[in-house]
């Protein structure tokens, strides 16, 4: 039987026991395309903008446009702090304003407040959306960062935060496989994780671009499933009471593999799966146009992994840390400048109990980005013991995880057979 696990490792820049999560809401990621053939954007915030201005507004015209805000929760007691979230200043690139609810900035995004009622979020936060358009063949070809700076209060104190932010990815030519996105949704009457035997887990997979969804009718695209796990890529495919991919209506269209169900026998703890969308059909297929990650936990298992984290490979003393159901990629934890953990999983029982083996399991550990399966490439390989199995733990340090004064989140992924 596998056995695998995951953390996330992020770094506290301000010194603060605040974690904040920057966020973009709507349809599409924050990323724009420039084509120099036609002198136009993609999307074309502006164009959507206007449109806004001269017609009227609407939630579909709303969600064409990324609208950005912070999340922000307190690590020591886990209250989400939101609500008292202040923002006092939004930078772009080098250039950087007060906060002003209403106002614009840097030609480009509109400072919303969190009682706005034409542009606000549901939720109420203070959110920057985008009204210009960013990318530029000639001036702009590089990568953009929005960064906010405020406050925010827990445990009745103010707490100050700076230049936590998001990239804008910026594409100076628009090619055939910019501008997509895949998307995985659970149904309504389904459930994210597995905690029954007896009850699998359902992903519908769509396909958008440029904030529509795409009808196969007139564009031809399917899917492919793969188990990304650790460090291979396995493909998925129809497997009697493990795997069943089929093809459903959703949403008016009916794409090709659209429905991957998923059942307790085929999730050993957790599951992280990757879902590729290909131009054409299975029997003629293109070019790869777009790819989405969900992580799957199988919490009916018989075995969960517990990590402890402590400060010296003896593990004196340590801090224990198991994935709950509300973290998709396992837990977190969060290092302090100069800071370096050691982590150690081990395979505990459905009490919490360690489980006792006649051979003491052995890890393999891999370093990936918690949105996708790429290798952080720029960690030193000793960190997590040359990604090598027939360890007993791993470690990782605060400049693995903040560069350049930037929060740069690792997720430490182990595997072990039993």
Request: charged share 20%; aromatic share 8%.
């Amino acid at each position: 039987m596998n056995i695998s696990a995951g953390i996330v490792i992020e770094g506290v820049i301000d010194g603060t026991t605040i974690g904040y999560q920057v966020v973009v809401h709507g349809d599409r990621p924050l990323e724009q395309s420039y084509n120099s053939n036609t002198g136009k954007c993609s999307p074309d915030w502006a164009a959507i903008w206007q449109d806004i201005k001269d017609n009227g507004v609407s939630s579909e015209k709303l969600n064409r446009l990324p609208r950005v805000y912070i999340k922000a929760r307190d690590l020591t007691s886990g209250e989400d702090v939101t609500d008292s979230l202040v923002i006092a200043k939004v930078k772009y690139n080098d250039a950087e304003v007060a906060w002003n609810d209403g106002g614009t900035a840097f030609d480009i995004i509109r400072m919303v407040g969190k009682n706005d009622a034409s542009y606000g979020l549901p939720f109420g936060v203070p959110c920057a959306m985008f009204i210009g358009n960013p990318a530029d063949s000639q001036n702009n070809p590089d990568n953009d960062r929005i960064t906010f700076s405020g406050t925010v209060v827990a445990n009745g104190a103010q707490v100050s935060f700076s230049d936590i932010g998001k990239d804008v990815k910026i594409y100076p030519e628009l090619s055939a496989n910019t501008g997509y996105l895949v998307t995985l949704k659970v149904p309504d009457d389904g459930d994210s994780y597995i905690y029954d035997k007896k009850v699998s887990t359902i992903r519908v997979a769509k396909l958008w671009h440029d904030h529509e969804l795409i009808d196969p009718a007139k564009t031809p695209h399917f899917f492919r499933y793969y188990d990304i796990t650790g460090s291979g890529d396995t493909p998925l495919a129809d497997t009697a009471g493990r795997i069943a991919i089929t093809t459903v209506a959703d949403g008016g269209i009916t794409a090709t593999s659209n429905k991957i169900e998923i059942f307790p026998d085929a999730v050993d703890s957790m599951m992280t799966l990757r879902c590729d969308a290909y131009a054409g059909t299975p029997e003629n297929p293109g070019e790869l146009l777009a790819s989405a990650i969900n992580v799957i936990y199988d919490l009916s298992d018989e075995y969960q992994v517990q990590w402890t984290l402590a400060d010296n490979a003896s593990f004196s003393s340590g801090q224990e840390m198991t994935s709950s159901n509300d973290l998709s990629e396992g837990p977190r934890f969060m290092l302090r400048k100069g800071m370096r953990k050691y982590l150690r999983p081990t395979i505990v029982d459905k009490s919490g109990e360690a489980v006792v083996f006649e051979n003491t399991p052995t890890w393999t550990f891999n370093a990936d980005s918690p949105d996708g399966n790429t290798a952080i490439s720029d960690m030193t390989d000793t960190n997590i013991n040359n990604h090598t199995a027939g360890q007993a733990y791993c470690f990782i340090q605060y400049s693995d995880v903040v560069k350049d004064n930037r929060r740069r989140p690792v997720k430490i992924h182990a595997q072990t057979t039993i």
